[in-house]
């Protein structure tokens, strides 16, 4: 292991076997139906930050609004589940990471490509897969894990077209 910048390396620890992993987070899935009566999601919370941030701008436009208007009903749209699974998991990752001693910040391709482009492109993609997440009315972990494990035929459609334009995307942008 190589030392930087002074500082002794942290020993990382194996990632858990897939298998285990799987096992897992399908555990995690269940409890959550059990518990709350909801599956796991993510897209969830960027449309609930984003009626929160309406109140605070522009409070009667986004109770009049269609889409945000039902969220912000009853008070702070904050306060909704999705929002504080958003915050567990994002701190959970977190705990990980450092426990995993693989907590590090980079920036993957930046050195080929270069970091405005490489920016960009991360940033393009996120948006397009927001936006995207929001339009097919659930993510990856919404659609794809929820809506598989109770066997919806959207999440397998989803999962299908998911996969095949990820893999055709890398080619079109491969090195970026």
Not at 51 to 57: K, P, R, S, T
Not at 82 to 88: D, L
């Amino acid at each position: 292991m190589s030392m930087t910048h002074g500082q002794h390396a942290r020993a990382v620890k194996p990632f858990w076997p897939p298998i285990w992993a799987g096992l897992a987070l399908g555990l995690v899935l269940l409890l959550t139906f059990v518990l709350t009566g909801h599956g796991l999601g993510a897209t969830g919370a960027t449309t609930r930050v984003s009626a929160w941030i309406g109140l605070q701008v522009a409070p009667q436009a986004t109770h009049a609004n269609a889409y945000l208007g039902p969220m912000v009903e009853r008070g702070s749209p904050l306060a909704s589940w999705i929002s504080w699974q958003v915050v567990g998991v994002a701190l959970g990752a977190l705990l990980a990471a450092f426990l995993g001693g693989r907590f590090r910040v980079q920036l993957d391709g930046a050195h080929s490509v270069g970091t405005p482009r490489r920016v960009l492109a991360a940033l393009g993609g996120g948006l397009l897969a927001g936006f995207g997440a929001r339009v097919a009315a659930g993510c990856t972990s919404g659609l794809g894990l929820s809506g598989a494990a109770t066997l919806g035929v959207a999440a397998f459609v989803f999962l299908g077209l998911f996969f095949a334009v990820g893999l055709l995307a890398s080619r079109l942008v491969k090195g970026i």
